[in-house]
Structure formats: structure tokens, C-alpha cells
């Protein structure tokens, strides 16, 4: 009797851990998809030297701008990787590409809209904070925290680019116009095989590595990680620390994880905003998708960064937030 | 050698392109043919949106197989055996041998460093896979796990369903706390305030259940016989916030509500819950919706234990709705319930 008990309860463990890895795969993998196809077209039809002009050559208003392409140029946090890889290739700057790389699967429309649908209605208010002033919040927050991340990691790459990432940048050179120009006559089939060879390389590459993030987070959500913390959540500050690291482990989509948020009801401020801010811009598939990217040096310094400025921000927004509550009082 | 590596890297490419592209659409259009084996497409797990970003997806990989395969005698060729250092390079390059020279060039400043990721590239192996061109099986491994799980049609039906009413226990288990003594004495009297935090899944007792069914019918009456409405679990959250709704919600004399029947207690007076999942992409970010049902006709004898999954305890109720205040001042919905019958489960359970 007490055998067939624990056989079940190990059997409801691995029902727990495929539906998990399952539905985690295959709702991140068409998005994986269309960013490698965009990725292909890109390395084909972005002529370098047209793009070269179009950075700003102020180096924080680059990186600023950056930070917000994501409304004009939406792309979530699975897809965006061979994107962002792409556009490094094509010489736009590393600062720039890492604030477009944070920032972009939060600072978009789609996110905009669901983050909040999911803080109005019965969820709003709960902390105080009406469902703008969440959204308004969690877009600050990134914001920030993307424009730092990608100025300081420019400071680095002034030293020397190629002891950070792994992408070969092409030099822009004169002759790449002509080349350009030698390039726009091949004949459409030609083009379209390139961006074929390039997008399929793209999304092997990433896939493999969604795949290992994905089964990582499904084992972590059969050990049901978010309730044996709870008692975490009662102080500011741990809650803050909890639910960032809840973020990396639980791999959410970032259009998704609002939702999740909202229902914590128990957590404080400051941890929703640490789990909303951190979660799109890292965890744990993304960090194996980073290892295609950058080296070693560089996804610690982004890491170390990210944990410290959203940490310190979440912490701050609460703080501000209950003074100016018993101002108004 | 490396010819030969290259051209198993480029055969496998092509065959997980072909298998995933196959894989997508087989799951979107298996789902709308109702091919599916069991009572649970594997598109349920995503929301709808995504089904169709599935399908678009699907339809991409094929198109590029097709792109890929067509080329394929000529990009194995072994035009480009002189760019090994740069897997860009020679995606680029590939069919394209006259701007070979230029390109070249213009890698030359980056050499040094090619050379230097060469060497780190060795040391930990499949992450710099491009770098070194032996072909690497094992980074196809990964890539294979959700093809073979769907190929054995993993989740099933019984594993999806378990997921599901792991997650609403474990809900219910998260916000149950019995009332007080004071709260029942009040609740059995009629009282037209209730705990906050004993909705939507306070372990009721029989006494509450008779005094919220005696204030119910004091209020009410019978569900009249007329046309049901159909409301969905998400609607009455939304109610919740708007007492106009709410007003019209109560006004209705039958409404119909589906989902999954959880029992909490039975007796002259039972009560349970209907509960369904909402879901904002995909399944690992479902969170239930209940509604607390009160009734005095008898159970089905089906749903009388309280095991099984959704497709075994999948009902539709009708009945009336009322909307009353807990102590805490939010509203809280609870539903008369004058007919239980158990229904099919929808091919898509879950609400947005």
C-alpha cells in the first residue's frame, strides 16, 4: 500500500514536470522561430552602411533609444537573442544592443497592454497602485535600469569588444557600399536560400538551449518552489530578493508573468516589481541562450548589474511609495 | 573530414527544421479536424492566440526546409572551406562564391581573435560549436525531447488533467482557513456579512451552508423557469468590481455556468465549487477561477467522491447568482443551484 503511494506521488511528479516543459517549449518556440526568421532577413536586406548612419552618435542618446526601440520593433524575450545577435553583427554598438536586449521584451505594446489587463479589474489597487501606475512603474523601472546596464557595458567594450561577445562585428568600410551595391543585384533566390541558411542556423542554435532552460524551470515548478517560500514574503526586503529569484528560476514569458504577479496577492510591493523588471530581461533559458552570445565576463557583469540596480530600485520605489502614502495621510 | 561534418551538420539542421515544422502544424491542424487521440489536444496547452503563432510558426520552418533542401547540393558543395573561422561568414557565402575576396578582407582585423576563440571554444564544447567544425551530436539531444515526448503523445489527457487539479488544490489548500466560531454563529443566522478571506474556498460547514441557502431563498426564490444565460467564471471576476454588472448578473432569472466540479461538502444542504483555469499564454501560468455553489437537490452520484479529473467531473450548473459583501468590503459571488448536470469538456477548458 504505502509502495503504491509513493509511486504515485513520484508519477504526479512527472505529469507535473512534462505538462511544464511541454507547454513552456512550445509556447516560447514560434516565437524562437519568427525572431530567427527576422534575424535572417536582417542580415540580408540591413544594408550595414545605411544602419551605421542611423545610430545617433551621441553614445546616451543611442543607448537610450535603444532601451525604447522595443515600441517600434517589438520582439518578446525568447526571440529577441538572434535578433540582438544580428544587429552586433552588423556593428550596433554592444551598449546599445544589450539596453535593446533588456529593455525591448518589457518596454513593447503587447507587454504594455497585458501587464495592465492583468493589475485592473479585481486586482487593481491591491498595493495601492492602480494598473497605470504598474505599468508605469515596471516601464520606468526597465528603463532605467536597461539605459545603466547598457552605458556601463559600453564603458567596458571601449576596452576591447572581442573579450565580451562571441559575434564577429564586420568593420564598416568604405567598400562595403560598393560591395552592398554588388549584393543587391543577386537574384531573389539567392537571397531568399541565404536567409533560409541563416534563420535555421539561428533557431538550432537557440532551440537547443530553450529546451535545456525550459526542463530546468519545469523541475523547479514540480518542486513547487513558489509556496514553500511564502513565509519570505512578509518582509520587504526578502520579498524583493524571493521573488527575483523566483523570476529567474520560473522562466515566465514576459507577456505572462503579469498575470502571475497580480495573483501574489501576499507579496509586497517591492517583490512584484523585482519579479516584474527582472524576469523579462533574465533567467534561466535566457542565460543559456546569452552563452551563444557573449563570453563569460560580460553575463556576469550583466548579471551582477541587474540583481543590484532592480534590487535597489524595488527597494527605493517601495520606500518612496509608503512616504509619500503618509504624506498624503 | 570536414566536408563530411559539415554536411551532417546541414543533413541534421534539415531533418529538426522538417520535424518541428511538421510537429507545429500536425498540432493546429490536428486540433481543429478533431484528430486528436485523446480528450485533450496538445494545443490546450498554450492559450488561442499562440495556437495560431504555433501554426505561422510551423508554416515558416516549412517553408524554409523547402529553401534549405533545394539548396542543399549546392551549399554542401565545399565552396567555402576557406572561411572556417566564422559561422556568419559562411551562411552568407554559401551559394554565393564571387564576393568571397571582399569579405574576406574585411575579417582580417578580427583574425587574432577568431584564433583565440578557436582555442577557448575546445575547452567547453558544445557552446562553441561553431568554432571547431567537428560535427557535435549532442547538441542535437535537447532538440529531440519534445519531438519524441509528442511523438509518444506526452501530456496526455490523464497528465494534463492531473497538472490541473494539482494547481487548483493547491490553491484552495493556499487560501483555506476555517471561519471562526463567531463567523459561523453569525453566517448560520443569516447574517449578510461574510469573512473575506473564507471566499472562494472556505471549508464550509453545514451550517453555513443552511444559513447562506436560507438567506439565499429569503432573497430570491427558486431559479425561474425561463431561457438560461450562459456566464463564464471570468465574467463574474470581472463583476466583482462593478455593481452595475452585478445587479444585472442578479437579475437574471437562470443562469448557466460551466467548469469543473469540486465538492466540498454534502448534505441536506451541499456545497461545492466550480472551478476553471484562466490562462494568459500558456499552462504553467494558469490560476483558478471559483465560483462557491450552494444547493439542496441531491448530488449525481458520479460526482459524489471526490477523485478524478476534469473530463470525468465536468458540469454545467443553473441557478441564481448573488452578489454579497464580505467584511473586508469586497463583494463576493455565490450561486443557487437548481440543476446539475454533467457536461462535455470543450476542446479548449480554459478562459482568458
Keep these: 500500500m504505502h509502495t503504491t503511494m509513493t509511486m504515485f506521488a513520484a508519477l504526479s511528479g512527472i505529469d507535473q514536470f512534462v505538462v511544464s516543459f511541454q507547454s513552456i517549449v512550445y509556447e516560447a518556440l514560434p516565437f524562437v522561430i519568427i525572431g530567427a526568421l527576422i534575424s535572417g532577413i536582417l542580415e540580408e536586406l540591413l544594408p550595414q552602411a545605411m544602419f551605421a548612419k542611423m545610430i545617433p552618435k551621441n553614445r546616451y542618446l543611442a543607448i537610450a533609444g535603444s532601451a525604447l526601440l522595443g515600441l517600434v520593433f517589438p520582439m518578446c524575450e525568447c526571440g529577441i537573442v538572434p535578433v540582438m545577435r544580428r544587429l552586433l553583427g552588423k556593428g550596433l554598438p554592444l551598449g546599445c544592443a544589450v539596453a535593446y536586449m533588456l529593455c525591448a521584451p518589457v518596454i513593447n505594446p503587447v507587454v504594455i497592454a497585458s501587464t495592465w489587463a492583468a493589475f485592473s479589474g479585481d486586482r487593481s489597487n491591491i498595493d495601492g497602485v492602480t494598473s497605470f501606475q504598474m505599468v508605469a512603474l515596471r516601464c520606468g523601472l526597465s528603463f532605467i535600469t536597461g539605459f545603466i546596464v547598457g552605458t556601463i557595458v559600453n564603458r567596458m567594450a571601449v576596452k576591447g569588444v572581442n573579450d565580451l561577445i562571441k559575434v564577429p562585428i564586420k568593420v564598416v568600410a568604405l567598400e562595403t557600399v560598393e560591395e552592398e551595391a554588388a549584393e543587391a543585384k543577386r537574384p531573389w533566390t539567392q537571397r531568399v536560400s541565404n536567409i533560409a541558411q541563416v534563420a535555421l542556423h539561428d533557431f538550432i542554435d537557440i532551440t537547443c538551449f530553450l529546451i535545456l532552460g525550459a526542463m530546468l524551470a519545469a523541475f523547479l515548478q514540480t518542486f513547487e518552489l513558489v509556496s514553500r517560500v511564502s513565509f519570505l514574503f512578509e518582509n520587504p526586503w526578502t520579498a524583493a530578493l524571493t521573488m527575483m529569484a523566483i523570476a529567474v528560476l520560473l522562466c515566465l514569458c514576459s507577456e505572462a508573468d503579469a498575470f502571475v504577479a497580480a495573483n501574489m496577492l501576499k507579496v509586497p510591493l517591492s517583490g512584484k516589481l523585482g519579479f516584474l523588471v527582472l524576469g523579462p530581461m533574465f533567467d534561466l533559458k535566457l542565460l543559456l541562450m546569452f552563452t551563444r552570445v557573449f563570453k563569460a565576463k560580460l553575463i556576469v557583469t550583466i548579471v551582477i548589474l541587474l540583481w543590484v540596480i532592480i534590487f535597489t530600485l524595488s527597494m527605493s520605489t517601495y520606500y518612496i511609495d509608503r512616504y509619500l502614502r503618509e504624506l498624503m495621510r | ?352
Aim: proline letters at 5%.
Design chain 2, 1 to 352: 573530414m570536414q566536408r563530411n561534418s559539415q554536411f551532417m551538420e546541414r543533413l541534421f539542421t534539415l531533418i529538426m527544421t522538417g520535424a518541428y515544422g511538421v510537429v507545429m502544424v500536425w498540432m493546429f491542424i490536428s486540433n481543429y479536424l478533431g484528430w486528436s487521440s485523446g480528450e485533450r489536444s496538445l494545443l490546450s496547452l498554450v492559450t488561442t492566440w499562440i495556437q495560431y503563432v504555433i501554426f505561422i510558426g510551423g508554416i515558416i520552418l516549412i517553408v524554409l526546409f523547402f529553401f534549405l533542401l533545394f539548396n542543399f547540393k549546392s551549399a554542401g558543395g565545399g565552396h567555402h572551406h576557406s572561411h572556417e573561422h566564422d559561422h556568419d561568414h559562411d551562411h552568407d557565402h554559401a551559394n554565393c562564391g564571387h564576393d568571397h575576396s571582399h569579405e574576406h578582407d574585411h575579417y582580417h582585423k578580427g583574425e587574432a581573435d577568431h584564433h583565440h576563440d578557436h582555442k577557448e571554444g575546445e575547452t567547453h564544447d558544445c557552446c562553441d560549436h561553431d568554432h571547431d567544425h567537428n560535427w557535435n551530436p549532442i547538441r542535437y539531444i535537447p532538440l529531440l525531447i519534445p519531438l519524441i515526448l509528442i511523438v509518444m503523445g506526452l501530456p496526455d489527457t490523464k497528465m494534463i488533467e492531473n497538472f490541473e487539479k494539482h494547481l487548483y488544490e493547491k490553491s484552495v489548500k493556499e487560501q483555506k482557513r476555517p471561519a471562526t466560531n463567531e463567523q459561523m454563529a453569525w453566517m448560520s443566522l443569516g447574517a449578510f456579512t461574510f469573512p473575506g478571506e473564507v471566499f472562494p474556498s472556505v471549508s464550509f460547514s453545514t451550517s453555513i451552508a443552511s444559513g447562506l441557502l436560507g438567506m439565499i431563498d429569503e432573497m430570491d426564490g427558486e431559479a425561474r423557469n425561463e431561457k438560461p444565460i450562459m456566464i463564464d467564471l471570468s465574467q463574474i471576476e470581472k463583476a466583482l468590481k462593478d455593481p452595475a454588472l452585478q445587479r444585472q448578473y442578479a437579475s437574471y432569472g437562470r443562469v448557466e455556468i460551466e467548469g469543473m466540479f469540486d465538492l466540498e461538502e454534502m448534505g441536506p444542504y451541499s456545497l461545492f465549487r466550480i472551478v476553471r483555469l484562466r490562462m494568459a499564454c500558456c499552462l504553467t501560468d494558469a490560476r483558478p477561477a471559483m465560483l462557491v455553489c450552494v444547493t439542496k437537490k441531491p448530488i449525481p452520484a458520479q460526482l459524489q467522491s471526490k477523485g478524478g479529473g476534469s473530463t470525468t467531473r465536468w458540469v454545467k450548473v443553473q441557478g441564481r447568482l448573488k452578489f454579497v459583501e464580505a467584511n473586508d468590503g469586497k463583494s463576493q459571488a455565490i450561486m443557487k443551484v437548481s440543476l446539475i448536470e454533467p457536461a462535455k469538456v470543450p476542446p479548449f477548458p480554459y478562459l482568458n
